[in-house]
């Protein structure tokens, strides 16, 4: 039967003694808390479509400014990369607040035989959208070895 409590909690009760206070527990829950998730484990969700002449990617990048976006294409990867550092600093009555976040993170796609020159990318709505055309593969003309 499944349950709603998550996986993690649900044995947690059974390991290590059924310890309460154990020190491995405190610091699981401790470093799991959402106030540590850190920005750079995100993942770059993306949806990748091949038609006749070009693939369509249309890569998930929520809450990123196109200024911090890079794309590059090296030796038939196709890279997109994203490095944010925010800084917030508030201050109210007898309250200070400072908060920063930095992180950076990337996906990688092989392309092969692709017109560099003429891709394009846009990025609206958190959404960043490439269309990469394809080139005509060159048929390579077959060599005959001699065996020695």
Do not use: H
């Amino acid at each position: 039967m499944f349950s709603l409590v998550p996986f993690t909690r649900r044995n947690a009760g059974l390991t290590k003694g059924n310890d309460f206070w154990s020190m491995d527990k405190f610091f699981n829950d401790f470093f799991n808390d959402s106030f540590f998730s850190f920005q750079g484990n995100i993942p770059v969700r993306a949806d990748v479509r091949e038609t006749e002449n070009e693939w369509l990617i249309d890569a998930e990048l929520p809450g990123v400014d196109k200024k911090d976006i890079q794309v590059d294409l090296t030796d038939g990867y196709l890279t997109i990369s994203v490095e944010r550092n925010n800084e917030t600093n508030e201050e109210k009555d007898n309250y200070i607040r400072r908060e920063r976040t930095y992180g950076s993170f990337k996906r990688c796609f092989y392309v092969d035989d692709v017109k560099e020159d003429e891709i394009k990318a846009s990025y609206k709505d958190g959404i960043l959208s490439l269309t990469v055309p394809k080139a005509k593969p060159e048929k390579k003309q077959g060599v005959k070895i001699d065996i020695q």
